[in-house]
């Protein structure tokens, strides 16, 4: 069975490299194009095609993916089955192309979480519980039925990037018994739940990033975790941008006006909110680098 992958970031890799470990027979690689990054503006390629170019494997990186030159050097790979892994949206005529369909590894146990960003929205909002699921494409973004899926346990403690890697190599595995199940005729698709409270994944953007010291401390605690590493929640301090990439929370009445703070000058920074504390223990000040907290406070005058 040939198969043609789709994927862009480090989430993707696992994927890939668990198929090529598998033995499936991947005949070409669907990436983003290079952009131009850094102070230099060198062309950064994806860590997929990275990968890929390492492995000997065809790499297309079509600009437009309605291009018919894409179209046709695609349906040259003569592939039976898609694999899409964080990738951007396909159109029609692209993940219908395979006599297999097209199949899609999403970050969050669907019909929950659709969208771009379900690992930093299921912890902002504080579960206990996410996971994986495959499922074949259709019109509505991740709406498709379900092949398999797999939950995991999420920590108080876990920010995006610790879920980020658990899903990322349980997702891998998830695939491969997928693909498996696909090529070997053994498996059945089911309609995703239906739900009456849909919860959702939309893209995040800076102005979701700024931490309102005026809300619940679990609730700005979970923002921090559910934004760490990347793209990272922050607030202002002398004017300047403070991000914060770990904290603890005290629940206790703070006694002083939210967004006001108390430190010690060498071991504690914590931020009143409307009814406790954030305690700051990683983070990086505006032009500085990222520290420890009392790293920060031995160059800092509060």
């Given at each position: ?205 800076k102005e979701h990033c700024l931490i309102d010291w005026n809300q619940p401390v679990h609730k700005i605690y979970n923002q921090i975790r559910g934004l760490s590493p990347y793209p990272t929640a922050f607030t202002k301090l002398n004017d300047k ?62």
């Amino acid at each position: 069975m040939k198969i043609v992958f789709m994927g862009t970031p480090d989430f993707a890799v696992a994927s890939l490299n668990a198929l090529v470990e598998a033995g499936f027979d991947v005949v070409g690689v669907v990436t983003a194009a290079d952009k131009p990054a850094g102070r230099g503006q060198k062309l950064n390629e994806s860590a997929v095609k990275q990968y890929a170019v390492s492995k000997g494997i065809k790499v297309l990186q079509p600009l437009k993916l309605k291009d018919p030159l894409f179209i046709e050097e695609l349906k040259a790979l003569n592939a039976d089955l898609q694999v899409v892994v964080a990738f951007r949206m396909l159109p029609e005529m692209v993940w219908d192309m395979p006599a297999k369909g097209t199949i899609n590894l999403h970050a969050s146990l669907l019909p929950q979480y659709r969208g771009a960003a379900p690992i930093n929205h299921a912890i902002i909002n504080g579960e206990k519980e996410s996971g994986v699921t495959t499922f074949f494409l259709k019109h509505e973004i991740d709406t498709g039925d379900v092949i398999f899926s797999e939950s995991v346990p999420i920590a108080d403690d876990e920010t995006a990037g610790d879920l980020h890697d658990k899903l990322m190599n349980v997702g891998a595995g998830l695939l491969v018994k997928t693909v498996k199940s696909i090529e070997d005729g053994n498996y059945t698709e089911q309609p995703q739940p239906q739900s009456t409270e849909l919860k959702h994944a939309p893209k995040i953007f800076k102005e979701h990033c700024l931490i309102d010291w005026n809300q619940p401390v679990h609730k700005i605690y979970n923002q921090i975790r559910g934004l760490s590493p990347y793209p990272t929640a922050f607030t202002k301090l002398n004017d300047k941008t403070l991000k914060v990439f770990k904290a603890e929370l005290e629940e206790k009445e703070p006694g002083i006006s939210p967004g006001s703070f108390l430190s010690d000058g060498k071991t504690y920074l914590k931020f009143a909110t409307r009814d406790g504390f954030i305690k700051l223990t990683d983070l990086q000040y505006e032009g500085k680098k990222r520290m420890q907290i009392d790293e920060f406070l031995r160059g800092m005058r509060l």
